[in-house]
C-alpha cells in the first residue's frame, strides 16, 4: 500500500531487477511496440514487457514472431511475453528468447481469451487445467533462471470460476512453482475486455501470495491508480486501453505517486508533435531494423526507406488516429488519416493539421461528420 508522500517502494523481482515505478503499461497485441513502450517509459511507466509470441512460432523462426521480441530500442528492465500449452515447447522458446534478446524478465501469458490461442490450450484456457500452468511455470522458471520468470493471469474462466477462489489457488500454485511477479488482470475469459474488472479477487490475489502482484483492468488516470494502490494490496498496477494515444498519461501518473502535482493533459498542437515524433521513430525504428538484415546489405538507400515507410505505415495509423482523438476536427483530420499511403503522409497530414485546426474543423462542420462514439480509453 502506499501513500502519495511516502518513498515509493521499488517492485524487486530478483536477479537485481527492480521496477522503480509500479505502474506498468500493460501488453497489448498491435499497440505496444517497441516504440510505443519507449513512449510510454520515457513519460514515467516503470516497466513494460512485449506483447505476446507464440512458443512454437519462436521455435520455427517465423519472422513476425520474432520481431514481437526486438528489444533493441527498449529500457531496462523490459519483459518478454510468451505463450504456449505444452511445458517442453515453452521452456525451450524461453531458452530462444534467453539466448537471442536477453530480456530481464520472461513473462507467461495466461490470460489471453482469443479462441485461436485458447483452443490451443494455451492462454486463459491454463486457467481451467492448473496442473498444466504450474508445470509451464516449473520450466520456464527453471530454464531462464537467474533471471526472474513471472505470469499473467485472469481472474477465472466466467463468473463461477472466479467465485470459486481459482485465482488465488492458481496464484499461490504459480507462486511455488517460481514465479516471482503475477498480474492479474481482473476480467474473467469469459467477459473478454468487457465489463467492469473485478477488484476484490485482484485484492484477494494479493493477499495470499508473498511475490508482488500488478492489478490491472480499467485503470485509465491518476486518482484510479493512486485508489487501486492505496486498496487492493498490489505492488503495481499495470494500464492497458488507458494508454492508447496517451503516453503522457504516465507522466501524470508518476507525479501523483509521487505526491507533486498532476500536470494538465497535453493540448492538441502537444499531442500533435508527440505525434511527429511517433512517426519519426517508428520510421526510424524499422530503417534499423532493414539495416540490420544481411539480406537488404545490397540495397539502395531509396528502397530501404521506401520499404521502412511501408512497414511503418501499420504500425502507425492506430497511433495517430489516437493521439488526434477528441480535438476539434479530429474526425475530418482521422478521415484524412485514413487515407494516408505513407508514413510520411502520415505526418505531414499530422503536421498540417497542427498548423491549421481551425481548416479541419470547418471542413469537417462542412461534411456534417457523424461525431464517433469509440474512444481511445474504453476501446467501446
Ligand atoms: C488489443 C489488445 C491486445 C492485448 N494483447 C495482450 C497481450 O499480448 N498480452 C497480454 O498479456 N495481454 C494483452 N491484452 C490485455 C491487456 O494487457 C490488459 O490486460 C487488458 O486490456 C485490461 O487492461 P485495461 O482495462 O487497462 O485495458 C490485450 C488487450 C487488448 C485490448
Same mark, same amino acid.
Given at each position: 500500500?502506499i501513500?502519495?508522500?511516502?518513498?515509493?517502494?521499488?517492485?524487486?523481482?530478483?536477479?537485481?531487477?527492480?521496477?522503480?515505478?509500479?505502474?506498468l503499461?500493460?501488453?497489448?497485441?498491435?499497440v505496444?511496440?517497441?516504440?510505443?513502450?519507449?513512449?510510454?517509459?520515457?513519460?514515467?511507466?516503470g516497466?513494460?514487457?512485449?506483447?505476446?509470441?507464440?512458443?512454437?512460432?519462436?521455435?520455427r523462426?517465423v519472422?513476425?514472431q520474432l520481431?514481437?521480441?526486438?528489444l533493441?530500442?527498449?529500457?531496462?528492465?523490459?519483459?518478454?511475453?510468451?505463450?504456449?500449452?505444452?511445458?517442453?515447447?515453452?521452456?525451450?522458446?524461453?531458452?530462444?528468447?534467453?539466448?537471442?534478446?536477453?530480456?530481464?524478465?520472461l513473462d507467461?501469458?495466461m490470460?489471453?481469451?482469443?479462441?485461436?490461442?485458447t483452443?490451443?490450450?494455451?492462454?486463459s484456457?491454463?486457467?481451467?487445467?492448473?496442473?498444466r500452468?504450474?508445470a509451464?511455470?516449473r520450466?520456464v522458471? /527453471?530454464? =531462464? $533462471?537467474? +533471471?526472474?520468470?513471472?505470469?499473467k &493471469?485472469r481472474? *477465472?474462466?466466467?463468473?463461477?470460476?472466479? %467465485?470459486?477462489?481459482?485465482?488465488?489457488?492458481?496464484?499461490?500454485r504459480?507462486?511455488?512453482?517460481?514465479?516471482?511477479m503475477?498480474?492479474?488482470?481482473?476480467?474473467?475469459?469469459?467477459?473478454?475486455?468487457?465489463?467492469l474488472?473485478?477488484?476484490?479477487?485482484? /485484492?484477494a =490475489? $494479493?493477499? +495470499?501470495v508473498a511475490?508482488?502482484? &500488478?492489478?490491472? *483492468?480499467?485503470?485509465?488516470?491518476?486518482? %484510479?491508480?493512486?485508489?487501486?494502490?492505496?486498496?487492493?494490496g498490489?505492488?503495481?498496477?499495470a494500464?492497458?486501453?488507458?494508454?492508447?494515444g496517451?503516453?503522457?498519461?504516465?507522466?501524470?501518473?508518476?507525479?501523483?505517486?509521487?505526491?507533486?502535482?498532476?500536470p494538465?493533459?497535453?493540448?492538441?498542437?502537444?499531442?500533435?508533435?508527440?505525434?511527429?515524433?511517433h512517426?519519426?521513430?517508428?520510421?526510424?525504428?524499422?530503417?534499423?531494423c532493414?539495416?540490420?538484415?544481411?539480406?537488404?546489405?545490397?540495397?539502395?538507400r531509396?528502397?530501404i526507406?521506401?520499404?521502412?515507410?511501408?512497414?511503418?505505415?501499420?504500425?502507425?495509423?492506430p497511433?495517430?488516429?489516437?493521439?488526434v482523438?477528441?480535438?476539434?476536427?479530429?474526425?475530418?483530420?482521422?478521415r484524412?488519416?485514413?487515407?494516408?499511403?505513407?508514413?510520411?503522409?502520415?505526418?505531414?497530414?499530422?503536421?498540417?493539421?497542427?498548423?491549421?485546426?481551425?481548416?479541419y474543423?470547418?471542413?469537417?462542420?462542412?461534411?456534417?461528420v457523424?461525431?464517433?462514439?469509440?474512444?481511445?480509453?474504453?476501446?467501446?
Amino acid at each position: 500500500m502506499i501513500a502519495a508522500t511516502a518513498p515509493i517502494p521499488a517492485i524487486r523481482l530478483g536477479n537485481g531487477v527492480a521496477i522503480d515505478m509500479p505502474v506498468l503499461l500493460a501488453p497489448m497485441a498491435g499497440v505496444t511496440d517497441g516504440v510505443f513502450r519507449g513512449l510510454c517509459r520515457e513519460a514515467g511507466a516503470g516497466y513494460a514487457t512485449t506483447e505476446f509470441a507464440r512458443d512454437e512460432a519462436l521455435l520455427r523462426g517465423v519472422r513476425q514472431q520474432l520481431d514481437l521480441t526486438d528489444l533493441h530500442v527498449d529500457r531496462r528492465p523490459v519483459g518478454v511475453q510468451i505463450f504456449g500449452a505444452d511445458p517442453e515447447t515453452m521452456r525451450r522458446a524461453a531458452a530462444g528468447v534467453m539466448a537471442t534478446v536477453a530480456p530481464d524478465v520472461l513473462d507467461i501469458n495466461m490470460g489471453c481469451p482469443a479462441p485461436k490461442v485458447t483452443n490451443g490450450q494455451g492462454g486463459s484456457s491454463l486457467l481451467r487445467d492448473p496442473d498444466r500452468a504450474v508445470a509451464i511455470m516449473r520450466a520456464v522458471v /527453471a530454464e =531462464v $533462471a537467474p +533471471a526472474p520468470a513471472t505470469v499473467k &493471469i485472469r481472474v *477465472g474462466w466466467d463468473d463461477p470460476h472466479r %467465485d470459486s477462489g481459482i485465482a488465488v489457488d492458481l496464484a499461490r500454485r504459480l507462486e511455488d512453482a517460481g514465479a516471482r511477479m503475477i498480474t492479474v488482470h481482473g476480467r474473467t475469459r469469459q467477459q473478454r475486455y468487457e465489463g467492469l474488472a473485478c477488484w476484490d479477487t485482484i /485484492a484477494a =490475489v $494479493a493477499e +495470499a501470495v508473498a511475490v508482488p502482484v &500488478i492489478g490491472n *483492468g480499467d485503470v485509465q488516470s491518476p486518482a %484510479d491508480v493512486l485508489h487501486r494502490l492505496r486498496t487492493s494490496g498490489c505492488a503495481g498496477v499495470a494500464i492497458g486501453r488507458g494508454a492508447r494515444g496517451r503516453p503522457w498519461l504516465f507522466g501524470q501518473i508518476a507525479a501523483a505517486v509521487r505526491g507533486e502535482p498532476v500536470p494538465p493533459d497535453p493540448e492538441l498542437p502537444a499531442r500533435l508533435a508527440l505525434g511527429l515524433e511517433h512517426v519519426r521513430r517508428q520510421v526510424a525504428y524499422e530503417i534499423a531494423c532493414l539495416d540490420a538484415d544481411p539480406a537488404n546489405e545490397r540495397k539502395a538507400r531509396a528502397t530501404i526507406e521506401g520499404l521502412a515507410d511501408g512497414r511503418a505505415l501499420g504500425h502507425l495509423l492506430p497511433h495517430v488516429m489516437w493521439y488526434v482523438w477528441g480535438a476539434p476536427g479530429a474526425n475530418e483530420a482521422r478521415r484524412v488519416l485514413s487515407k494516408a499511403r505513407t508514413a510520411v503522409e502520415l505526418g505531414d497530414i499530422l503536421a498540417d493539421y497542427a498548423a491549421h485546426p481551425e481548416a479541419y474543423h470547418r471542413r469537417e462542420d462542412a461534411r456534417e461528420v457523424p461525431a464517433r462514439a469509440e474512444s481511445p480509453a474504453t476501446g467501446a
